[in-house]
């Protein structure tokens, strides 16, 4: 643990990432820097939860397989739910955090420009990523 960090963390994160490796990698650096951290390997059940949960944050990959349950002509990739998360009373004020596996300059502009507040390419640093999280969270 991180002291510089650690005493100035709390908050509910939520890491959405249909990887269940990088799921387990950040929820026990997260849990070791103070947060309590859900996880979501879905988009839809991830919605649901942001309307059930009052979350500090949200940590959200870019890219998902395609959901073969749908009908929609419009992949629900992570661009797709930042872009809804903007618009939806529950997110409202929640910084986004945004990692992805993808080349930065690929996505990183895009994300940031959709709202996110901060971009992380994978693997990602964990003690940014903490950093980052607390500076958004003292405000």
Do not use: C
């Not at 960090?5 to 890491?15: A, E, Q, R």
């Not at 939860?49 to 959200?60: D, G, K």
């Not at 955090?97 to 507040?117: F, H, M, N, Q, T």
């Amino acid at each position: 643990m991180n002291p510089t960090i650690s005493n100035t963390t709390s908050g509910k994160i939520l890491v959405i990432d249909d990887n269940p490796i990088i799921q387990r990698t950040l929820y026990f650096a997260l849990r070791d820097y103070g947060y309590t951290v859900l996880m979501s390997g879905e988009i839809s059940a991830a919605l649901k939860t942001i309307r059930q949960e009052r979350l500090s944050a949200i940590i959200l990959d870019l890219n998902f397989p395609l959901d073969a349950d749908t009908t929609d002509p419009i992949p629900r990739d992570g661009f797709w739910a930042l872009d809804w998360l903007q618009r939806v009373g529950e997110a409202k004020g929640i910084p986004i955090l945004v990692i992805s596996g993808d080349a930065p300059e690929k996505s990183k502009a895009r994300a940031l420009a959709a709202g996110a507040a901060a971009y992380f390419q994978k693997p990602v640093a964990k003690q940014e990523l903490a950093a980052t999280l607390a500076r958004l969270l003292a405000g």
